[in-house]
């Protein structure tokens, strides 16, 4: 089947509903990268949540907060890095008086088992260190598995918006004309994918931070982010402002991390609407 | 969620504050047990401080992201539940809570109260039949031919009125965000 002929079952396959050879077919289209399918059931499931709001209103038990957040503290406490323990320094050998007629054979034997020991100790030694060394080239290695997997399928997200008809593109100028052009698009359910490319690098110090200006009222902050190394920007943020009580968009430079308000003058604006 | 993805602990308390009623209420209605539901729920907002970079990555609002993962979790309560009931093949021994106690208007979110409203009216301007049905695949987890067997109507009609109902919802969502 087509994504087309799928359409029309998107709803029904976000409920769970479907069955058979219909699911299998929609389930064979999702595994695609880039099939239109992924967009189109990412929308329904949004709209299938809506349902949500139909279960009778209920009170959660007063005490479920507080156990939400000891539970959290809990895990905080857990994951908080524990010191490693630190080796015991290995007793000093007692100093005493000898057994005078301490037989050589003993003495050699003593030595070879101490060569021994010293050298199983060193091959210990040796080994916990290659072990510790493979096992922090996993962690990176996986860090950097999810860090790719992350820009993956964030830029997934950021062609869905940006492809939807739905999505309303608005083209942010700078205020320096040196600069590139920033683009944003407005999708009413998505939120907001931003794009631009050749960007400058940013100290680390710094950030940049996306602004909807409401027709009334403050800036309100979309996101935070900061070009790639290859000068890029890719990403979806989502919006809490309805589409029409949208005056502006506004992108400033503020400390690492953001701020409560705009800092600094606008680099890049559009008007919306 | 920028704030908990930073183990803001007060940032998890304020989403509790503006989604625990309506994720429960979900939740609730789903697992008909109160004990269950308060697990469930617990459960919801741990993974959603623990995997806030799983939302980071999927960005979009969060408000659908969190109903869809408490239906999930809801629904895998109740299948386990019917699986063990099918299995002991005698009555459960769980206190069913035929509804749950409504409670006045919350304050605060004009716009989720608002979104509520417009889809209980929805719900409740369809046939009771249809209405059913919906209810039926999105609160019970059952599939279209698992409702016709539950309500002893034809496949045909169940799919019909599922289509058509979604299709109601669906235009009415369009509206509200127009």
Do not use: C
């Given at each position: 089947m087509t994504c087309e002929q799928l359409a029309a079952l998107y709803e029904e396959y976000a409920l769970g509903v479907l069955e058979g050879e219909e699911r299998a077919e929609m389930d064979a289209h999702l595994a695609r990268p880039g099939d239109q399918c992924i967009h189109g059931v990412a929308e329904a499931r949004w709209m299938v949540a809506q349902l949500s709001h139909a279960a009778p209103a209920a009170e959660p038990p007063a005490a479920l907060r507080g156990k939400i957040m000891?539970?959290?503290?809990?895990?905080?406490?857990?994951?908080?890095?524990?010191v490693s323990p630190i080796e015991k320094a290995k007793p000093e050998p007692k100093i005493g008086p000898q057994r005078a007629a301490f037989p050589m054979w003993a003495w050699a034997a003593a030595a070879a088992l101490a060569l021994i020991t010293?050298?199983?100790?060193?091959?210990?030694?040796?080994q916990n260190t290659q072990l510790a060394e493979l096992r922090k080239q996993m962690k990176l290695a996986a860090l950097q598995n999810q860090t790719l997997q992350n820009q993956l399928d964030m830029n997934r997200m950021v062609a869905m918006v940006m492809t939807s008809p739905d999505s309303m593109p608005v083209k942010l100028m700078p205020k320096d004309t040196k600069m590139p052009m920033v683009h944003a698009y407005l999708h009413p359910h998505m939120g907001m994918a931003i794009t631009a490319d050749q960007m400058p690098t940013m100290p680390s110090a710094r950030t940049l931070q996306l602004w909807i200006v409401p027709k009334d009222?403050?800036?309100?902050?979309?996101?935070?982010?900061?070009?790639?190394?290859?000068?890029?920007?890719?990403?979806?943020?989502?919006?809490?402002?309805?589409?029409?009580?949208?005056?502006?968009?506004?992108?400033?430079?503020?400390?690492?991390?953001g701020s409560p308000q705009p800092t600094t003058p606008i680099a890049w604006m559009a008007a919306v609407n | 969620m920028e704030r908990i993805l930073q183990q803001d602990s007060t940032a998890l308390e304020a989403l509790y504050d503006r989604y625990g009623r309506p994720v429960y209420s979900l939740v609730l209605r789903i697992a008909q047990n109160p004990a269950s539901a308060e697990e469930i729920v617990q459960d919801i907002f741990l993974q959603l401080w623990r995997?806030?970079?799983?939302?980071?990555?999927?960005?979009?609002?969060?408000?659908?992201?969190?109903?869809?993962?408490?239906r999930n979790r809801a629904l895998d309560f109740l299948r386990l539940k019917r699986e063990k009931q099918r299995r002991r093949e005698d009555s459960d021994t769980d206190v069913i809570v035929p509804s749950a106690v409504v409670r006045p208007d919350p304050e605060g979110d004009i716009d989720q109260s608002r979104r509520a409203e417009k889809i209980r009216a929805l719900l409740t301007s369809l046939p009771e039949a249809q209405r059913h049905a919906i209810e039926l695949a999105f609160f019970e987890g059952l599939t279209h031919s698992e409702i016709a067997e539950a309500t002893g109507e034809p496949l045909g009609t169940v799919k019909s009125w599922i289509r058509g109902g979604l299709l109601k919802l669906r235009e009415s969502l369009g509206e509200a965000s127009s």
């Open positions: 000891n539970a959290v503290k809990q895990t905080a406490a857990k994951e908080t890095p524990v010293g050298y199983t100790v060193r091959q210990m030694n040796t009222g403050k800036p309100v902050s979309v996101a935070i982010f900061h070009p790639d190394s290859a000068g890029e920007i890719a990403l979806v943020a989502p919006v809490t402002v309805p589409k029409n009580e949208i005056a502006a968009l506004a992108v400033t430079d503020e400390p690492a991390g | 995997s806030a970079d799983r939302f980071q990555i999927s960005r979009g609002p969060l408000e659908p992201w969190l109903f869809t993962m408490a």
